[in-house]
């Protein structure tokens, strides 16, 4: 019981590398007692997954709500900023913990998804670009990206096929354009459409849709 608890603190904390210690542990001691009532109690460990899952699965709801009530005409930075943030707390979830990397993978290409389809190529070429520079995370005292999101939202960009086309294509241009506004990069975008299996192509894209 007591280590349930341990790794219920770890997760309301956020400190996955000890939660993900704690559960492992859990699990462990699940396989070995788990049929000995009078040792153990299997909710101890069910209790603490379902936990996790359900707080992941709310921020899913959270950061799809953001896809929707995004504005018709436009980007709105604001929102784009925050589905950008959410994307970097759940790569890290999905980076830290390996139990939870299926769902949490599964979550991110269905956001991503409603981004296409809802929002359109630009706002996903908008939250790329907010990843890739470093606007979008926790900064440390001298104001630059730390480390840690710096690298997750590598992880993110690389790991998504969504992604991998615009970073074939508008990321060999970071000479150039990596200093620009997000809304002057924004503007650099003609038009463009990501087909059912990823792929990136230019097209005359009606900008009022933008």
Known sequence: EELSKKASTAWRERNLKHFNSDLEALEEADKVFGSD???WVPEWCRSVQR???ADIDSEAGALSQIVYKSPSGGQDSSQMLRLAEGLLRLGLIMDELPRFK???STIIE???????DERGPTFIFGLGMLLEQGKAGKKDANGQLCSEDKRIGRLVLES???FKDILTV???QQTSTT??????LLNLVEGSNIDKEGHFSSTNQDRSRL
């Open 37 to 39: 009532s009078d040792v």
């Open 51 to 53: 936990a996790a899952k």
């Open 102 to 104: 299926d769902h949490v």
């Open 110 to 116: 269905h956001i991503l998804e409603q981004c296409r």
């Open 160 to 162: 998504f096929r969504h």
């Open 170 to 172: 508008v990321w060999n």
């Open 179 to 184: 200093q620009k506004d997000l809304d002057a």
